[in-house]
């Protein structure tokens, strides 16, 4: 069975562009042999801007998480949402682990996706 990663990066701001680069993350983490699980998807149908539907889709993500073997950091910025995924890791000693530009580009290449 494949390990279960959870995927930690920004969401909020440009959410289209940070959307594209989670689809990169999601590639990278499904090229380790890893079943990642990617909540920003739920941003496709819920508007992180509005404050309901944010809290909507951070509490199904964090939910989520429970079941995760693994944390993975992506991204230079940890946003105020990310630190809250990371506490919640530490709280129940779910491993982090940060995962660098580099790492990606030697697994995926340079423009995937």
Not at 30 to 59: Q, S, W
Request: net charge positive; charged share 30%; with cysteine.
């Amino acid at each position: 069975m494949m390990r279960k990663v959870y995927i930690c990066a920004p969401l909020g701001g440009n959410v289209e562009e940070n959307l594209r680069k989670v689809k990169r993350y999601t590639k990278y983490a499904l090229k380790c042999g890893t079943a990642p699980v990617v909540p920003h998807f739920y941003a496709l149908c819920l508007n992180d801007r509005i404050p309901k539907e944010r809290e909507i889709g951070m509490t199904a993500g964090l939910s989520l998480l429970w079941f995760c073997d693994e944390l993975w950091i992506f991204g230079d910025e940890v946003t105020e949402g990310m630190k809250s995924e990371i506490q919640f890791c530490q709280s129940f000693s779910i491993p982090v682990r940060k995962i660098r530009d580099d790492e990606i580009k030697k697994k995926i290449g340079e423009k995937a996706l």
